[in-house]
């Protein structure tokens, strides 16, 4: 017999050794099977903690794929938005810049209409104040006029028209040198549909003309049966004038020689044709005098006037540069626009081609199936049942 003391009640177990080794085989099948199922349970929890970790690796990994994408989509966007508005805002200053010079033009521009009314309001004064001062001159060359009535008398007509234009001529050559040094006077011998006068003037500075006249010269004997009027050759003369493109023109006359309007020296008929004048010969010289001094007070304005028209032309070639280049900007986005549609719609047609043809293509793998399942059914005993001679000659092929 053994005893055994139980450790619960300190009681003494007598058992016999069949009944003491089956006990402890009990023991020991229970404690096996304890640490068995321990280290199953170790097992399971490492391979789940281990398949957890590979699962939030994937899944992290994926996450971070996926807001990489998106990063990548929100990028792609923001350039293009930020092209469009780029080429919005370079449009926009263009247009704005072109206003801004176009508005400082338009002030230019009524500064010098103002300048130019105040300088013609000037010139008027100063043209008055000259006449003043020439008034009292007039009374002067009273005798010079009877010279040149008697010097009339004993010449044709055709001679006194001569004499006239060359005593102008002369006239003008002495003071050449030394007043008009820049000057053109010279016989007008080009003649087109209007004819043609008898002398032209043009006065320059820095390469710009100033002033341009017509000049016209008639001379009348006293003996002479028609008498011609100085008005009957205005109309001519302004033809003349707009011809041969000058700005003035005066008709140098002594017709109707007891007239007090003309003996006065200087008569202003712009009233019937613009910018013309009447002079007796002794004033030819300050007619010329006259007419270009208010030229040349106007000229700094006249010069003001061109430059600011070749400014103008400057700015609107650079407006229509501007516009064209506004204009390639917005038919390349437009072209760049259509391309992309255009490219959308063949990636979807790309995209239904391919799942069409993954379609046809698991059809085929079907019907490929269904005829590698048919093979085995490939036999010469079935192929040739009803089929005697097919038989006969398999049976032949055998033998040899």
């Not at 048919?374 to 038989?391: A, D, H, S, W, Y």
Request: charged residues 35%; hydrophobic residues 30%.
């Amino acid at each position: 017999m053994i005893e055994i003391k139980c450790p619960k009640c300190n009681e003494v177990i007598k058992l016999g050794k069949d009944e003491y080794n089956s006990l402890l085989n009990e023991i020991e099948k229970e404690e096996l099977n304890n640490r068995v199922q321990e280290r199953v349970s170790e097992i399971q929890n490492t391979y789940k903690a281990k398949l957890e970790l590979e699962t939030n690796k994937m899944k992290n990994a994926q996450d971070s794929l996926i807001n990489e994408l998106n990063v990548q989509i929100k990028l792609l966007k923001e350039k293009l938005e930020s092209s469009d508005k780029d080429i919005q805002i370079a449009v926009n200053k263009a247009v704005e810049g072109l206003k801004d010079q176009l508005s400082k033009k338009n002030e230019e521009i009524t500064k010098l209409k103002d300048d130019v009314s105040n300088v013609k309001r000037d010139t008027d004064l100063s043209t008055q104040k000259i006449k003043e001062q020439y008034e009292f001159q007039l009374k002067a060359k009273d005798e010079e006029i009877k010279h040149w009535k008697e010097y009339r008398m004993g010449d044709s007509t055709k001679d006194l028209g001569e004499s006239l234009e060359q005593y102008c001529h002369d006239a003008f050559d002495e003071v050449r040198p030394y007043a008009y040094p820049n000057a053109y006077f010279e016989k007008d011998n080009e003649v087109d549909e209007e004819g043609k006068g008898d002398f032209i003037f043009r006065d320059y500075q820095e390469g710009i003309e100033t002033v341009s006249i017509m000049f016209e010269m008639k001379n009348q004997k006293e003996t002479t049966t028609k008498k011609h009027k100085n008005e009957d050759f205005f109309a001519k003369l302004d033809r003349n004038r707009k011809s041969k493109g000058c700005e003035y023109a005066v008709l140098v006359s002594t017709l109707e020689e007891d007239s007090k309007l003309y003996n006065n020296g200087i008569v202003d008929v712009s009233h019937r044709y613009p910018k013309m004048f009447v002079v007796r010969p002794q004033f030819f010289l300050t007619i010329i005098g006259l007419i270009r001094n208010m030229a040349n007070n106007s000229f700094s304005y006249k010069k003001q006037v061109i430059e600011y028209q070749r400014e103008n032309v400057d700015i609107t070639n650079f407006e229509n540069t501007v516009k064209a280049i506004a204009e390639k900007i917005t038919n390349d986005y437009e072209k760049a626009g259509s391309i992309y549609s255009e490219v959308d719609k063949m990636c979807d047609d790309i995209v239904k081609k391919v799942e069409s043809f993954r379609k046809e293509f698991k059809t085929a793998t079907g019907w490929i199936e269904k005829a590698k399942n048919q093979l085995p059914n490939l036999e010469v005993r079935k192929l040739t049942r009803g089929n005697e001679t097919m038989k006969e000659k398999f049976a032949n092929l055998d033998k040899q």
